[in-house]
């Protein structure tokens, strides 16, 4: 299954950053598998509800992963806005988009 995540981009490191936890930094290389503890990381299927919802940075970093829906921690996907979570996933794609939500080249 396909799950969308923002996160902040820093362009100097080229990672993205956790708005909740600037600790919390992830590579954007795609294929690699990205593992995060406790609950893990919140995704939804919704491309468009991950951008209208949380990109909020001078630089966002629109991540596409590919899940396992049995390794779903929290949250449903029949929700009418869903949102789940899962410890890890396949980064499929980056885009960065900037404030005004334009794709950044």
Request: hydrophobic content about 40%; charged content about 20%.
């Amino acid at each position: 299954m396909i799950g969308f995540r923002i996160m902040a981009y820093n362009p100097t490191t080229r990672r993205a950053v956790s708005g909740a936890d600037s600790r919390v930094t992830v590579p954007l290389k795609t294929g690699e598998m990205h593992t995060v503890p406790g609950l893990g990381m919140f995704l939804t299927p919704h491309r468009q509800y991950a951008i209208d919802y949380y990109a909020g940075h001078e630089l966002n970093a629109l991540l596409e992963y590919e899940f396992n829906p049995d390794e779903i921690t929290s949250g449903n996907l029949a929700d009418a806005e869903p949102e789940v979570s899962v410890r890890s996933a396949r980064l499929v794609s980056v885009t960065i988009l900037d404030e005004d939500l334009e794709i950044v080249v």
